[in-house]
């Protein structure tokens, strides 16, 4: 019921030095340089002694095929559901599940069950409606609809523009799915934003600009991610930055995978500096559980191989190492930008009273080892100590 962690490095995200944080039940209570406890008010306290270790926020993953995707080299090649310590053992704590390429063997109520199943578990998740196709796959009669009634919906997504494997949908067809998600979050109170997958095509994000161009939708209407798959497609992602929208990179993306000009997330963030981009405008996520399909130049499949949820503290990890950017910084795009991007906080991506108690405790070598999920210790020494319903 109540945790007391004692002097560690927090940063909430923004660096504050050492700090007491009292979490009772699954929230933040009280953070303050020194927090005494009167033991006789509140008995069965658990204390934690965190000298040395950084306390961040909980990670918001917003791009997790939680129900599994791929399919792109037919059955055999349907990736499995993810598990809830491959999450919470990546720190974590706030998942947004999705599908992608396949939405006829997968499907939106089987997306909102396992969402279920995670929140049940110990973890905050919530979906988008839809999946790379227009018109979107939705739960109710539309997109609109889902967005008032299912409180986990919260946007729309994975929507495939500039691919071989998209619905090769028309501006007409963006703007009015765009236009449906906005009305939807706003009767809502949802982010109602439209998560777009942009592919290996040739046109990028020339789609989007057209949509802004020739609708009344603002520029936060769309969140286009994977966009460090092409070096030119990140340069074109830098004008969307600079009219204001937020852009989201894909961790595990390295140079060959899937593009010889791919950019790692420490070379994405390089340029971005490079290009007078702010950071507070760019997000990461892990494609988790998704397929990683080769493709030849006929769009024939020649090899495919599974997305983790762990690259993306890896690679952040990498870039902060290297001193590309700072620890504050590099949390942040996993942490305050997410939630700020999803209309998240404040109950997610900050450390404050009244949060949610979802933390990372990581060590000197900045590895996780400890996770708090709404208050709950779920990872101690980098092992998973709750595990879901069918792990071992
Ligand atoms: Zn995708």
Same mark, same amino acid.
């Given at each position: 019921? /109540?945790?007391?962690?004692?002097?560690?490095?927090?940063?909430? @995200?923004?660096?504050?030095? =050492?700090?007491?944080i /009292?979490?009772?039940?699954?929230?933040?209570?009280m953070?303050?340089?020194?927090?005494?406890?009167?033991?006789?008010i /509140?008995?069965?306290?658990?204390?934690?002694?965190a000298?040395?270790? !950084?306390v961040?926020?909980? /990670?918001?993953?917003?791009?997790?095929?939680?129900?599994?995707?791929?399919?792109? #080299?037919? @059955?055999?090649?349907r990736?499995?559901?993810?598990?809830? !310590?491959?999450?919470?053992?990546?720190?974590?704590?706030?998942?947004?599940?999705?599908l992608?390429?396949?939405a006829?063997?997968?499907?939106?109520?089987?997306?909102?069950?396992k969402?279920?199943?995670?929140e049940?578990? #110990?973890?905050?998740?919530?979906?988008?409606?839809?999946?790379?196709?227009?018109? %979107?796959?939705?739960?109710t009669?539309?997109?609109?609809?889902?967005?008032?009634?299912?409180?986990?919906? =919260?946007?729309?997504?994975?929507?495939?523009?500039?691919?071989?494997?998209?619905?090769?949908?028309?501006?007409?067809?963006?703007?009015?799915?765009?236009?449906?998600?906005?009305?939807?979050?706003?009767?809502?109170?949802?982010?109602?934003?439209?998560?777009?997958?942009?592919?290996?095509?040739?046109?990028?994000?020339?789609?989007?600009?057209?949509?802004?161009?020739?609708?009344?939708? @603002?520029?936060?209407?769309?969140?286009p991610?994977?966009?460090?798959?092409?070096?030119?497609?990140?340069?074109?992602?830098?004008k969307?930055?600079?009219?204001?929208?937020?852009?989201?990179?894909?961790?595990?993306?390295?140079p060959?995978?899937?593009?010889?000009?791919?950019?790692?997330?420490?070379e994405?963030?390089?340029?971005?500096?490079?290009?007078?981009?702010?950071?507070? !405008?760019?997000t990461a996520?892990?494609?988790?559980?998704?397929?990683?399909?080769?493709?030849?130049?006929?769009?024939? =499949?020649?090899?495919?191989?599974?997305? !983790?949820v762990?690259?993306?503290?890896?690679?952040?990890?990498?870039?902060i190492? %290297?001193?590309?950017?700072?620890?504050e910084?590099? =949390?942040?795009?996993?942490?305050?930008?997410?939630?700020?991007?999803?209309?998240?906080? @404040?109950?997610?991506?900050?450390?404050?009273?009244?949060?949610?108690?979802?933390?990372?405790?990581?060590n000197?070598d900045?590895e996780?080892?400890?996770?708090?999920a709404?208050?709950?210790?779920?990872?101690?020494?980098?092992?998973?100590?709750?595990?879901g319903?069918?792990?071992?």
């Open positions: 019921m /109540f945790t007391l962690i004692k002097k560690g490095q927090v940063f909430t @995200p923004k660096s504050h030095g =050492i700090m007491d /009292f979490i009772v039940g699954d929230k933040i209570a953070v303050a340089p020194e927090i005494n406890i009167p033991y006789d /509140f008995t069965d306290i658990t204390v934690l002694d000298d040395g270790l !950084s961040t926020p909980g /990670f918001i993953d917003q791009h997790v095929h939680i129900t599994g995707g791929g399919g792109e #080299g037919g @059955p055999a090649t990736t499995p559901e993810i598990m809830l !310590s491959e999450l919470t053992t990546a720190g974590v704590t706030t998942v947004v599940g999705l992608g390429f396949d006829v063997t997968r499907n939106i109520p089987g997306l909102l069950a969402a279920r199943a995670l049940a578990e #110990g973890i905050t998740a919530y979906i988008y409606t839809g999946a790379y196709q227009i018109p %979107a796959r939705t739960l009669a539309n997109v609109r609809s889902d967005l008032v009634l299912i409180d986990k919906i =919260i946007g729309t997504g994975e929507i495939a523009i500039s691919d071989h494997r998209s619905a090769q949908p028309t501006l007409a067809m963006l703007v009015k799915l765009a236009a449906e998600t906005r009305v939807g979050g706003m009767l809502g109170g949802k982010a109602g934003i439209v998560h777009l997958h942009l592919g290996e095509g040739k046109t990028g994000l020339d789609l989007v600009f057209q949509a802004l161009a020739q609708s009344d939708l @603002p520029v936060t209407q769309f969140v991610t994977h966009l460090n798959r092409k070096k030119n497609l990140l340069k074109q992602a830098c969307f930055v600079k009219m204001g929208g937020t852009i989201d990179l894909t961790a595990g993306i390295e060959e995978k899937p593009s010889p000009d791919a950019l790692n997330i420490m994405s963030l390089k340029l971005l500096i490079e290009m007078g981009i702010s950071l507070n !405008s760019v996520s892990s494609d988790g559980n998704g397929s990683l399909p080769q493709f030849n130049d006929r769009g024939e =499949i020649t090899g495919i191989s599974i997305a !983790s762990k690259v993306l503290w890896t690679d952040i990890k990498k870039a190492r %290297a001193g590309v950017v700072t620890l910084e590099g =949390i942040r795009l996993i942490t305050f930008n997410a939630a700020n991007t999803l209309k998240l906080l @404040p109950a997610k991506g900050i450390i404050a009273p009244g949060s949610d108690a979802d933390l990372v405790l990581l000197p900045l996780i080892d400890k996770v708090y709404r208050g709950r210790l779920m990872v101690d020494n980098g092992n998973a100590i709750i595990r319903t069918f792990e071992k």
